[in-house]
């Protein structure tokens, strides 16, 4: 019996034009949670006011409770989601006294329009009364309710790809307009983390990017090779179990299925080149990750080039390696914190 996330290919049903959900007919879900808790954190954080009596910026999303999903019928693509959101504000007036202050947003949904949102700003217990909260009430709540609408313009933009998928003909059926529905209960064919990429006969191609990073850390280059390649230190610094082979061609599971791949180059002490992805990319379809080490005295210098990044998962694959790879090392293993 395979493990769950293992890809095992008799658990897991894979969308293709091979007669497998032909024409779309079956009913297909993907569970998109995790990348909302990421893209609403994104959104949200750093959002900043200001007016005649200073400014105001979000600073903390300390609460994120519901789920979301996007459903394949007919091919017809239906979107879920329900959130209950609840941020921190730090206002700072002109002669710099600080405040601090909460937003919540209980009606995230599919259910409720953007206009309709029910945006609540208010001054944490104890602080004194400040023309501030007023200047969130007006124009901090316009700032949050564009960005909430925009995390649901990407949910829309950045998944109908994998989700309609090839017919038998060879062709990829237009998603039908949005229906505004309610919690839909079916009996849900489980599928693997996102469709599968179309073959080269099917006419889609994944438009993609690239970017790179540097980075200096505290340590010497033998020891940040291992980092990465050793699966006790790769534990460590994701605080959650994983799977790595550190041998070429040998694969990887992280960050709880999140993350898998492959190393295909190792150069010890200098170089790692993979193959990597997020769970919610198009099936088989990975980023090439290509870290260089060099050796500056007391410290290693740290390049990385990352090559095949579908457009759209740009920024929040460069933040996810800042936060939950060089950040995490950083405060795990205490190799010290320099940004370029």
Same mark, same amino acid.
């Given at each position: 019996?395979?493990?769950?996330? /293992?890809?095992?290919? @008799?658990?897991?049903?894979? /969308?293709?034009?091979?007669?497998?959900?032909?024409?779309?007919?079956?009913? +297909?879900?993907?569970?998109?949670? *995790?990348?909302?808790?990421?893209?609403?954190?994104?959104? %949200?954080?750093?959002?900043?006011?200001?007016? =005649?009596?200073?400014?105001?910026?979000?600073?903390?999303?300390?609460?994120?409770?519901?789920?979301?999903?996007?459903?394949?019928?007919?091919?017809?693509?239906?979107?879920?989601?329900?959130?209950?959101?609840?941020?921190?504000?730090? *206002?700072?007036?002109?002669?710099?006294?600080?405040?601090?202050?909460?937003? /919540?947003?209980?009606?995230?949904?599919?259910?409720?329009?953007?206009?309709? $949102?029910?945006?609540?700003?208010?001054?944490?217990?104890?602080?004194?009364?400040?023309? %501030?909260?007023?200047?969130?009430?007006?124009?901090?709540?316009?700032?949050? @309710?564009?960005?909430?609408?925009?995390?649901?313009?990407?949910?829309?933009?950045?998944?109908?790809?994998?989700?309609?998928?090839? +017919?038998?003909?060879?062709?990829?059926?237009?998603?039908?307009?949005?229906?505004?529905?309610?919690?839909?209960?079916?009996?849900?064919?489980?599928?693997?983390?996102?469709?599968?990429?179309?073959?080269?006969?099917?006419?889609?191609?994944?438009?993609?990017?690239?970017?790179? $990073?540097?980075?200096? &850390?505290?340590?010497?280059?033998?020891? %940040?090779?291992?980092?990465?390649?050793?699966?006790?230190?790769?534990?460590?610094?994701?605080?959650?179990?994983?799977?790595?082979?550190?041998?070429?061609?040998?694969?990887?599971?992280?960050?709880?299925?999140?993350?898998? *791949?492959? &190393?295909?180059?190792?150069?010890?002490?200098?170089?790692?080149?993979?193959?990597?992805? &997020?769970?919610?990319?198009?099936?088989?379809?990975? =980023?090439?990750?290509? %870290?260089?080490?060099?050796?500056?005295?007391?410290?290693?210098?740290?390049?990385?080039?990352?090559?095949?990044?579908?457009?759209?998962?740009? /920024?929040?694959?460069?933040?996810?390696?800042?936060?939950?790879?060089?950040?995490?090392?950083?405060?795990?293993?205490? &190799?010290?914190?320099?940004?370029?």
């Amino acid at each position: 019996m395979a493990k769950w996330g /293992e890809g095992d290919p @008799r658990w897991i049903v894979e /969308e293709r034009a091979d007669a497998t959900n032909v024409n779309n007919w079956h009913w +297909t879900e993907r569970d998109v949670t *995790g990348w909302s808790t990421d893209k609403l954190k994104e959104l %949200l954080l750093g959002l900043r006011v200001e007016g =005649a009596e200073g400014s105001c910026e979000v600073t903390d999303v300390p609460k994120l409770d519901g789920e979301a999903s996007i459903n394949n019928r007919k091919g017809k693509l239906i979107y879920f989601y329900e959130w209950n959101v609840t941020a921190t504000w730090t *206002g700072t007036s002109k002669i710099g006294i600080k405040y601090k202050g909460n937003i /919540e947003v209980p009606n995230l949904s599919d259910e409720n329009d953007m206009d309709d $949102l029910d945006i609540r700003v208010s001054l944490c217990k104890d602080e004194p009364n400040t023309p %501030l909260t007023e200047l969130m009430k007006k124009e901090g709540v316009k700032k949050v @309710r564009t960005a909430l609408g925009s995390y649901v313009d990407h949910l829309k933009s950045e998944f109908t790809q994998g989700m309609i998928l090839p +017919t038998v003909n060879g062709e990829v059926s237009k998603p039908q307009p949005k229906q505004t529905q309610a919690k839909v209960k079916v009996d849900k064919t489980q599928i693997g983390p996102s469709a599968s990429a179309p073959s080269p006969s099917a006419g889609v191609k994944i438009p993609t990017c690239k970017f790179s $990073l540097k980075e200096t &850390f505290m340590t010497s280059p033998d020891e %940040l090779y291992r980092t990465f390649i050793n699966q006790d230190l790769v534990q460590a610094f994701t605080h959650s179990a994983a799977v790595v082979d550190g041998d070429k061609g040998g694969k990887f599971q992280m960050l709880n299925g999140s993350v898998n *791949g492959e &190393f295909t180059e190792l150069v010890p002490d200098k170089k790692i080149v993979m193959k990597w992805r &997020f769970k919610t990319w198009p099936c088989e379809h990975y =980023a090439t990750i290509t %870290l260089k080490m060099k050796d500056q005295a007391n410290e290693t210098e740290l390049k990385l080039e990352c090559d095949g990044v579908p457009t759209g998962e740009e /920024e929040r694959t460069r933040e996810g390696w800042k936060r939950y790879y060089f950040e995490a090392i950083r405060q795990t293993f205490g &190799f010290g914190a320099r940004l370029y």
